[in-house]
């Protein structure tokens, strides 16, 4: 992986850049990002530039050996320790530890767009079953073994932890001890999207890098780049919030459909013209299908939000395109105080039915019942 193939974070690139030429790198390092950002590939990007023979000044050469085994994921001073679960390949929770995965975790990662996943995707990968992933102790004691063993090509050894958060109790207290007295030149990478579970003394040893998640442009070029058209990239990353794993879903499942029903609905249900809703818009969106539900409540959430960014006079963070935006401008005249909580609620309610597979119609019919309610009280 190469800094070049990662998604924004320049300010992050050149920060870690920085370290490296003026020889100033933290042993532990945890990149923390939200789901779907650019965490992995970029402490990917950071290990191959740490051992690249060649380092530019902006990124590794990708040229010399110690790169075209990183691209592969085949560098022998690169160590891996991802959560796991037992399957039918690997029965015996003991023998759940990261060797015995390597294979199917390059594939996994090596596969497009495979450093945005999450760990789900990888159980489901591995044929877990829907089994809580972990971080055992057992692999704690195989990343000391590895640790003991002198760099193959000279460079720095370095172990890649993913998910540090899924460590158990045990594991997390031998990482702790390696992370106090750290081989010479061992450098520890974690890469978290939650490391307010993990315990403070590991947070205190560690160097935290703040991933920033990639803006709607940087999501939508990312799209575009995998044959997105413009228009429904621009929507598809505004949904998304920087999620690259939510946008690549939401552009290969989902049809785009949401925004325009959201708005005809909406205008339905200020009228409280429950006819129209029944007999059109509850049809409408039974044939967006589950996805597109979810999808649904997910587009109105995050128009309350930019409304009320609006209403509080703070337009210049609006991430809405001209045509959402005089929408929104008119939407938000209607929300208060008092029912924008009770809007936010229903939809997340809403949301939480459809996914455990509600009837949509009578979802989709209740939460109009309950939008139309919400502005019975807005006086002009």
């Known amino acids: 992986m190469l800094f070049a193939q990662v998604p924004g974070a320049s300010d992050v690139k050149k920060i870690l850049i920085h370290a490296a030429q ?4 933290a042993h532990a390092q945890l990149f923390i990002g939200k789901e779907g950002g650019v965490q992995l590939p970029l402490a990917l990007a950071y290990a191959n530039y740490l051992n690249c023979e060649n380092p530019g000044d902006e990124d590794a050469c990708g040229q010399c050996k110690s790169c075209r085994n990183a691209q592969k994921m085949l560098h022998p001073d690169l160590h891996f320790v991802v959560p796991t679960v037992t ?32 760990v789900s995707d990888w159980v489901d990968f591995i044929g877990g079953e829907n089994k809580q992933a972990i971080i055992s102790r057992q692999e704690s004691r195989e990343v000391i073994k590895s640790m003991s063993i002198k760099a193959h090509q000279g460079g720095y050894k370095i172990v890649l932890m993913w998910m540090p958060e899924l460590m158990q109790a045990p594991a ?27 315990l403070v003394t590991i947070l205190s040893r560690a160097q935290k890098i703040y991933v920033p998640a990639p803006s709607d442009d940087e999501v939508g070029n990312l799209l575009m780049q995998q044959g ?9 990353a505004f949904l998304a919030d920087g999620n690259i794993r939510e946008a690549l879903r939401i552009a290969s499942d989902v049809p785009d459909q949401s925004e325009e029903l959201f708005k ?15 007999g059109k818009w509850s049809e409408e969106f039974n044939k967006l299908g589950k996805e597109g539900q979810k999808n649904f409540f997910k ?13 509080n006079n703070a337009e210049a963070v609006i991430r809405l395109d001209e045509e959402t935006r005089a929408f929104v401008n008119n939407f938000s005249k209607v929300l208060t105080e008092k029912n924008l909580p009770e809007l936010v609620k229903s939809f997340n309610d809403s949301f939480y039915y459809i996914e455990r597979n509600a009837n949509p119609k009578i979802t989709f019919v209740t939460l109009s019942i309950k939008v139309g309610k919400a502005f019975e009280r807005i006086i002009y």
């Open 228 to 236: 997105v058209e413009a228009s429904k990239s621009q929507k598809v």
């Open 264 to 278: 005809n609905w909406m205008r339905s249900c200020f009228k409280r013209d429950f006819t129209e809703i029944v």
């Open 172 to 198: 997390a207290n031998a990482v702790l001890k390696i992370l106090e007295e750290p081989p010479e030149k061992t450098l520890f990478f974690m890469v978290s999207n939650d490391p307010e579970k993990l």
């Open 299 to 311: 587009f109105g959430l995050t128009l309350f939000r930019e409304a009320m960014l609006i209403k």
């Open 22 to 25: 003026q020889n100033k790198i």
């Open 87 to 118: 399957t039918k390949k690997v029965s015996k929770r003991e023998d759940a530890v990261t060797e015995r995965f390597l294979p199917d975790w390059r594939s996994f990662v090596l596969e497009e767009n495979g450093t945005y996943k999450n």
